[in-house]
């Protein structure tokens, strides 16, 4: 493979987030930005923009989405690795009937629920 292809192929791949951090707001005169670590964690790109809306303050705004994404984020690695350890759970042999069933209607409702 070629020098150009490579470097090719390296910039069409899709920038990918990282869930592990946080996203965190940005306050200006006349807007708020949310900002989330891309790639390596090496820089911050906007992800939103929240510009003046009536009777709301953008800072306030940008706060309450950024808080909601932050704690859906959390959520979400929480119910990842309770299905996880459910799994392997319904994977090993000695659970009795009754555990069993128990563990597979909590996983179900997990993956309702997260996915």
């Known amino acids: 493979m070629s020098e150009n292809t490579r470097s ?17 707001c940005r306050y200006y005169k006349d807007h708020s930005e ?26 306030v705004m940008a706060k309450y989405i950024c808080q909601l994404m932050n704690d859906n984020l959390s959520h979400k690695n929480v119910l990842r690795d309770a299905m996880d350890a459910l799994k392997l759970c319904l994977t090993e042999a000695s659970m009795t009937f009754s555990t069993e069933q128990a563990a597979d209607c ?8 997260s996915l």
């Open 8 to 24: 090719q192929s390296r910039t069409k791949k899709p920038r990918s987030f990282q869930p592990l951090q946080p996203l965190e």
């Open 106 to 113: 909590v996983l179900t409702r997990i993956q309702r629920v």
């Open 34 to 59: 949310i900002v989330a670590s891309i790639e390596s964690g090496k820089e911050w790109k906007v992800v939103a923009e929240i510009g003046v809306i009536a009777g709301i303050s953008h800072e």
